[in-house]
């Protein structure tokens, strides 16, 4: 069979399970064939682990996928993984300093507790200070970050990001709690988990 035919037959998402159903091959037959395709640009995958692996076929050729906020989450927070909800697609350079940004604006508990790993790969603070000042959220950062150092090894904060002017209050999710209180009260942001949830993320 021609690539061409064989491509048309597999266009959208597929497991090996069903390549090799679809065009009646043995799995390991699929898996060599998927390994072509993706040298190609024509296969794209996700999943893996304790998920399953699904490659995503077109008949065009893919652009090489930038690891977007739940690929960084879940590369430096190995104990604590997060599942997708949706594709989050990036394009350039991203890294910790991008994908701490990101999760504040999601306002999901367990992604912004699975993010505290990330202070430990912070290399960029001005980068960080810029990016959150354009989101308005340096006072979540800040509140995190002191959390963070609570419970685990984290790459120092420069002292003059400490100053924070005109605070209001703020939630980094949608609860008003008010956990760890002289954190809370510095940064002025309500701190939604308590020790054992971030014990629990460690």
Known sequence: MKRAEQLRLLEGLHTVETV?????????????????????????????????????????????????????????SPNFQVNPWYDHQVHGKYGPEEALIDVLQTESFRLILASMHLF??????????????????????????????????????????????????????????????EISKIWKVYIPFNPNDVRQAL
Request: charged residues 30%.
């Open 20 to 76: 090799a159903e679809t065009l009646r091959i043995t799995p390991q037959a699929a898996l060599n064939l998927l390994g072509k395709l993706k040298k190609e640009q024509q296969v794209t995958v996700s999943g893996g682990g304790r998920r399953k692996r699904l490659y995503k076929i077109t008949l065009r050729k893919q652009l090489p996928r930038v690891p977007g906020m739940f690929d960084i989450i879940n590369k430096y």
């Open 120 to 181: 430990n790969h912070i290399t960029d603070w001005p980068k960080l200070y810029q990016l959150a000042q354009k989101k308005d959220c340096w006072q979540k950062v800040g509140a995190l970050y002191d959390v963070a150092r609570m419970f685990m090894k984290v790459r120092k904060m420069p002292e003059k990001y400490r100053e924070c002017v005109k605070m209001r209050w703020l939630t980094l999710t949608q609860l008003t709690k008010k956990n760890f209180p």
